[in-house]
């Protein structure tokens, strides 16, 4: 007598139990359970590492100009572009947005759109360079630039300090925003105006030179990605909360079978 309504009792925990794990797993409709999962298909063969040069330049710097207007012109297209299919890469040059509040005396702002392509074309070579290659580089005179043959650029190297010379800009390079074969990204203090546009006729040194133009706080290294890709864990919620639920009633059925031991 006493032995049946345990086992009936039992035997109706593990009905309600059933049926509750069961109604927790399909009252959600689950789309991961009902989407047929695809068959482990063999991973794609690891692409090489894709560097994004627009997600680069928008997480360091700040380098908000620079980028706008590489995207105005299009000429992050031939960048990224020259960054993804080539394999001599690339190097960019990048002036921070203060180089661009502080350019005056010839200012981008009456370029026609295809000059202005040009300057910023004029901010890349067709090569990934180390910071060591400049060292070569600057003795090999004039290199051109993205921009073409006629916009060159000029550059030296002493005691580990990338110096560059466009003729109207005199500027070095004061940290390296990324630099992994085949995508070089160098933060410069200037923006770099060609010959090619704004003619030879370069006047004196700017005489003032004093200092409140040039903040010595400006120039820390570029800062890293904060946090570039936070990790999702996404793993099935509806199916691990059913296996506990299952687990919790096992536990209770067998708590009550043993009492039912225990009691005869
Ligand atoms: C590159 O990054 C930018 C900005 O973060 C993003 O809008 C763009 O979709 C990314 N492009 C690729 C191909 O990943
Ligand atoms: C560069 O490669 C990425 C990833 O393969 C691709 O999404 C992007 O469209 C490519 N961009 C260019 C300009 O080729
Ligand atoms: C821009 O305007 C200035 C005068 O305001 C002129 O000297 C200069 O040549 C112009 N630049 C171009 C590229 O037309
Ligand atoms: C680069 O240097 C050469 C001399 O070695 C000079 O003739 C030329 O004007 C310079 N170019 C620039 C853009 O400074």
């Known amino acids: 007598m006493e032995f049946s309504r345990i ?6 925990v593990l009905l309600l139990c059933s049926s509750l794990a069961y109604g927790q797993a399909k009252s959600p409709p689950a789309p991961v359970a009902l989407t047929p999962t695809p068959t482990p298909t063999p991973a794609p063969a690891p692409a090489p590492e894709h560097v994004n040069i627009s ?10 100009t620079f980028l706008d207007y590489l995207e105005s012109t299009k000429v992050i297209d031939t960048f990224q572009n020259q960054a993804n299919n080539t394999e001599q890469g690339i190097t960019i040059f990048v002036p921070k947005d203060s180089a661009f509040k502080n350019l005056k005396k010839p200012s981008l702002s009456n370029l026609t759109d295809d000059q202005l392509k040009q300057v910023m ?4 070579l067709t090569k990934y360079y180390s910071l060591a290659d400049f060292n070569d580089l600057s003795s090999k005179g004039p290199v051109s630039t ?17 110096g560059l010379d466009s003729g109207w800009s005199i500027t070095k390079i004061t940290s390296a925003v990324h630099s992994t074969d085949p995508v070089a990204i160098y933060q410069v203090d200037k923006v770099l105006l ?18 409140p133009d040039v903040s ?24 691990s909360h059913r296996i506990m639920n299952l687990g919790i009633c096992s536990q209770l059925i067998l708590a009550v079978l043993g009492g039912v031991v225990l009691v005869f």
């Open 7 to 12: 086992f009936l009792f039992s035997c109706s």
């Open 55 to 64: 997600y680069l330049l928008s997480v360091a710097g700040p380098f908000n």
């Open 146 to 162: 993205f921009a073409g043959g006629q916009y060159t650029m000029n550059f030296t190297y002493k005691a580990g300090t990338v």
């Open 216 to 239: 010595p706080t400006a120039d820390s290294p570029a800062e890293d990605s904060k946090d570039s890709n936070s990790p999702k864990s996404s793993p099935s919620k509806s199916s």
């Open 121 to 124: 074309l004029f901010h890349g």
């Open 194 to 211: 060609p010959e090619a546009i704004f003619g030879t006729d370069i006047p004196p040194m700017p005489a003032p030179a004093p200092a």
